[in-house]
């Protein structure tokens, strides 16, 4: 049985509600999300359920981190869906705002995140962590929960995030949570409803190339070689283009010759019009 979620959709009630909670001393969590939700989002709300006793979830399309030419006009919207996923996975409260509430006339600052947001993501989608940061900034402020959770498919994100929120002295605490993958191992996300047939088949070789690069630079094949083995890897599964297959230091991002810290793999290539991210722990 689904119960029905509670709604709001501006900034004084998503405060009552946060504070009121916290006021009498309840932990709150916040889940923010496009929509479309799938088993990855559910995750993240069902960690914050274990690790807080109260859930908030967002549900908005951020326009600015769509450059002119992407897909926010075709991104999939399902609110009604989407709030009864939420109720069964222990959410309390749906946040969501029109575009008006979060970007009123005039609206005109920007947070700009440097260092972690410049390569990868920031080279291939300039606009991107522009729009995450502002929109991320705002939910956090809006609602003040005690921690947000974020998924590790976004990783990029995620590490922009955490800089940001320390740089700003928001006091919520950011956590990663790990990336939830289909059965064939590709990374759950909202944008794979764009895939046909034969796209859904090979979009599952990314995941496999990527694990068959890191087994070779744990091996010892040097770290420029793996990447570029792997990026012709993709290309042979059927993508049309690779915008990078990298091997970079895990928090910083920065380019690396050895296995001397932490490291991550992170791939960005494109099946027909859709381009898909993932990336992994070395
Ligand atoms: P999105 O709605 O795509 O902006 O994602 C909202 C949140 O869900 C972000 O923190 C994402 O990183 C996270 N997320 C999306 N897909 C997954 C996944 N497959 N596993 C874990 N978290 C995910």
Known sequence: MTT??????DVPSLRNEVAAWRGAGLKVGLV?????????????????????????????????????HEDFERYPRDEAGDAAMLAGAGCDLLYAPERAVMYPEGFSTNVIVSD?????????????????????TKL???????????????????????RMARDLDIPVAIEGCPTVRESDGLAM???????????????ARLNQIMH???????????????????????IAAGFASVDYVSIRDAESLAPITSLTRPARIL?????????????MAI
């Open 212 to 234: 068959d690069a890191i087994k070779a630079v744990r091996g010892g094949e040097p770290i420029a070689a793996a990447e570029t083995e792997a990026a012709r890897h993709v």
């Open 267 to 279: 791939a960005a290539a494109w099946l027909g019009k859709t381009r898909l991210i993932d990336n």
């Open 32 to 68: 923010p999300t496009m929509g479309a939700l799938h088993e990855g989002h559910l995750s993240l709300v069902r960690t914050a359920k274990e690790k807080c006793d109260r859930v908030v979830t967002t549900l908005f399309v951020n326009p600015r981190q769509f450059a002119p």
């Open 140 to 162: 956090l402020l809006q609602s003040l929960p005690d921690t947000a959770f974020f998924g590790e498919k976004d990783y990029q994100q995620l590490q922009v995030i955490k």
């Open 189 to 203: 996300s909202s944008r794979n409803a764009y895939l046909t047939a034969d796209e859904r088949r090979a979009a």
């Open 116 to 136: 972690v947001s410049t390569p990868l993501e920031g080279e291939f989608r300039p606009h991107f962590f522009g729009g995450v940061a502002t929109v991320v």
């Open 4 to 9: 029905s979620l509670p709604v709001v959709r």
